[in-house]
């Protein structure tokens, strides 16, 4: 694989240094909020519960994000990718696993809150765990399968960061991308969508949940959605008929979805007044 050390064709550099821009304040945004989230955890103790494990596995998650975010915003303002091809791997891979992990995540806080407000029974310290177990192990596995030869990671449009490969369009990415579209995509927006739709079904409007029930769905579809729908058409027809400056626009909105995680799950299940009363 060949190291991009110029900008690609249809960009100028004004536009790669604005993109950088942008993935820095995301990337600085992100880390900040979710780094608070993190911090809360580990001083307050009446945070430490099961459900707020949940929580702070999201955290972790999107943390992972920023600082992928924070790596291409870097090479962007530098206008080269300069950690070569052994880096463009690990880049894709630490960005992929943590962005699985922060979609898995989502579902398996909102499976914990319809627990928790729906059967009305505490969320065991083992079932928590074995939640957050379950979706960094599921993430690695998935994010090293591109690594192993099903998939590939490859230099996005702009050249300054590194990705799922998806230009080839060829039968080996098109499989991979289905199943890991279903799995990590489909199954965990369903699990988000169900879990807050049934609490919503069951608790009414006599005691309405103290948590969002509409922003967590849909973050995953509007955060995530249009990332995977730019694999789907590259799957189906190619890129060539997708101009490179609207092949950015997706990875910027992705980048997006820690800073909002960390609003809506940490503001709204009171960790940071918990850290603010201290």
Same mark, same amino acid.
């Given at each position: ?9 249809? @960009?100028?550099?004004?536009? *790669? %240094? ?6 820095? *304040? ?6 900040? $909020? ?6 809360? &955890? ?11 494990? %949940? ?9 992972? *994000? ?11 303002? /530098?206008?080269?990718?300069?950690? !070569? ?10 960005? &992929? ?11 398996? +806080? ?21 939640? +957050?177990?379950? +979706? ?8 090293? /399968? ?22 080839? !369009?060829?039968?080996? &990415?098109?499989? =991979?991308? =289905?199943?890991?579209? @279903?799995?990590?995509? /489909? $199954?965990?927006? @369903?699990?988000? @969508? ?37 694999? $789907? ?23 997006? +979805? ?21």
């Amino acid at each position: 694989m060949a190291e991009a050390v110029s900008l690609p064709t249809g @960009f100028g550099e004004l536009e *790669v %240094l604005a993109v950088g821009v942008v993935l820095l *304040v995301e990337a600085l945004a992100g880390l900040s $909020l979710n780094s608070l989230t993190i911090f809360s &955890f580990c001083t307050s103790p009446e945070l430490r519960t099961p459900s707020h494990l %949940l929580v702070l596995s999201l955290a972790l998650a999107d943390s992972g *994000v920023s600082l992928n975010a924070l790596t291409a915003a870097t090479a962007s303002l /530098l206008r080269r990718w300069p950690y !070569g091809s052994g880096g463009c791997q690990a880049h894709g891979f630490q960005g &992929f696993a943590a962005a699985l992990a922060s979609i898995c995540g989502s579902a398996a +806080v909102a499976w914990g809150r319809y627990h928790h407000y729906c059967t009305r029974s505490r969320l065991a310290w083992r079932m928590a765990a074995s939640l +957050v177990l379950f +979706v960094w192990l599921s993430s690695a596995f998935w994010a090293a /399968l591109p690594l192993l030869g099903w998939g590939h990671y490859d230099y996005e449009p702009l050249g300054t960061c590194c990705s799922l490969g998806y230009a080839r !369009g060829s039968r080996n &990415f098109t499989s =991979f991308l =289905f199943l890991m579209a @279903f799995f990590n995509f /489909l $199954l965990p927006l @369903f699990i988000t @969508f169900t879990s807050y739709r049934l609490m919503e079904q069951k608790l009414g409007r006599t005691s309405p949940p103290q948590v969002n029930t509409t922003l967590p769905a849909r973050t995953l579809l509007l955060g995530w959605g249009p990332y995977a729908l730019l694999h $789907l058409c590259a799957a189906l027809t190619g890129t060539a008929l997708i101009p490179p400056r609207l092949q950015v626009v997706p990875a910027l909105i992705a980048k997006m +979805v820690p800073t909002v995680n960390a609003v809506n799950y940490a503001l709204g299940s009171g960790i940071w007044q918990r850290l603010s009363l201290q």
